[in-house]
């Protein structure tokens, strides 16, 4: 019992410059996080509730002029819309697509390259090549026009086609994530699973409702929670198609206000709305994927 008494200091000591080791290995991400995440987010604090013209700390006076705004409701209505159109939207088409694609047909590697190509490209890149498809004079009206039939503005400010067309495009360049997170859960089913389904008499829907799907519930929680966060913070999508007040969100209400209007605390009060936003539809995700 002596002896044990003795050994745990040298024990505690021993242990100390490894646990000092740790925090010195994690400094350096502290430190980034520090200043690229959490002194940002302090300071877009102080502009929210900072009045523009007087200077007063604390002030409400930039959440009044989101207020009586209506181009921000308008953007708080899209925010809530199109991510959910297109988490939605993704979800079918990326499990449709992984299912097609799980199986075994010459040709398959070149298949799945080419759904994955959309994500692999530079943001702007994908959305200049949309822009050009589906502008007045892009090449789906030149397509329609070649086979007799009228324009079609895809993109006009304000309409339901811009909505779609701007949740069909950022569906289009992120199933892809879906896609591969959903076929990974797939490729990780047991054969054996499939075959006692077969032998039980589960054939095609009845297998994917009451096999299949049951079985892919944990990877499509993840892939709606990955996606329906990342959703949230659309930009670039509706501002290259349609402009800041096409389709607005809050994202590029913030920086409209910000770029056209030189308001910082009123892009920053936009900026807290929507960070209110994702932590209030992040809840019920995170509540679902850990049931999952």
Same mark, same amino acid.
């Given at each position: ?33 520090? =200043? ?110 070649? =086979? ?120 920053? =009060? ?23």
């Amino acid at each position: 019992m002596t002896e044990r008494r003795a050994q745990a200091p040298d024990a505690v000591a021993g242990a100390a410059p490894g646990g000092l080791r740790a925090r010195l290995a994690a400094a350096p991400l502290v430190l980034y996080l520090a =200043a690229f995440l959490a002194y940002p987010a302090l300071v877009a604090v102080r502009l929210a509730f900072t009045d523009a013209t007087g200077g007063a700390f604390p002030s409400l006076a930039s959440f009044r002029v989101l207020v009586s705004d209506e181009l921000f409701w308008r953007a708080v209505a899209g925010n809530l819309v199109v991510p959910a159109a297109t988490v939605a939207l993704e979800v079918v088409a990326g499990l449709a697509l992984a299912l097609a694609l799980a199986w075994r047909f010459p040709g398959r590697r070149l298949v799945r390259a080419a759904v994955v190509v959309p994500f692999a490209l530079p943001e702007i890149v994908f959305l200049t090549v949309a822009r050009s498809l589906l502008g007045t004079r892009g090449y789906a009206n030149g397509a329609l026009a070649a =086979a007799g039939l009228p324009a079609v503005d895809f993109l006009a400010p304000g309409t339901a086609l811009s909505y779609a067309t701007v949740v069909a495009v950022d569906a289009w360049r992120t199933t892809p994530v879906v896609f591969l997170i959903l076929l990974g859960a797939l490729a990780a089913i047991p054969e054996e699973i499939g075959e006692a389904a077969r032998l039980d008499g589960a054939r095609g829907f009845r297998r994917l409702a009451f096999v299949t799907l049951p079985l892919l519930g944990p990877a499509l929680a993840a892939a709606v929670l990955l996606r329906g966060l990342d959703a949230l913070r659309i930009f670039a999508t509706p501002m290259v198609l349609t402009g800041a007040e096409g389709v607005p969100v809050l994202s590029t209400y913030a920086y409209h206000q910000w770029s056209d209007y030189g308001d910082d605390g009123a892009a920053a =009060a936009a900026a807290m709305a929507l960070a209110l936003i994702a932590v209030v539809a992040s809840i019920p995700l995170l509540r679902r994927r850990e049931a999952a």
